[in-house]
């Protein structure tokens, strides 16, 4: 069964950081674009940050440049994504996804949600001002 699990969500205060990991579980990571997402009450689903199953390449909102980064662990099958300087407006639930299917570059690049296929149940990040 093909399983992501976040975990490291919690409460912060501004300014603070935050360390997520998304560890997977009946797949192996090679050939994976993964990324990551978040969602906020009443609010569409938005693209965080991606990485390449390829040559490492990584991406990311235009709202997180400079504090957050992604990276990968393809021996523990696990991806992380550290926050830095932690915003209140960084509060949503942040969901990890993978894929590896045709246009992965695509979605991965342009942080498209709804071109991944596997979701993790997600974790929440609350940031107090």
């Known amino acids: 069964e093909v399983q992501l699990v976040e975990s490291g969500g919690g409460l912060v205060q501004a300014g603070g950081s935050l360390r997520l990991s998304c560890a997977a579980s009946?797949?192996?990571?090679?050939?994976?674009?993964l990324g990551w997402f978040r969602q906020a009450p009443g609010k569409e689903r938005e693209g965080v940050s991606c990485?390449?199953?390829?040559?490492?390449?990584?991406y990311y909102a235009d709202s997180v440049k400079g504090r957050f980064t992604i990276s990968r662990d393809n021996a523990k099958n696990t991806v992380y994504l550290q926050m830095n300087s932690l915003k209140p407006e960084d509060t949503s639930v942040y969901y990890c996804?993978?894929?590896?299917?045709?246009?992965?570059?695509?979605?991965?690049?342009?942080?498209?949600?709804?071109?991944?296929?596997?979701w993790g149940q997600g974790t929440q990040v609350t940031v107090s001002s």
């Open positions: 996804a993978s894929y590896s299917g045709y246009g992965s570059s695509f979605y991965c690049e342009n942080l498209y949600w709804r071109g991944f296929g596997s």
């Open positions: 009946g797949f192996s990571f090679d050939g994976f674009v």
């Open positions: 990485i390449s199953s390829s040559d490492g390449s990584t």
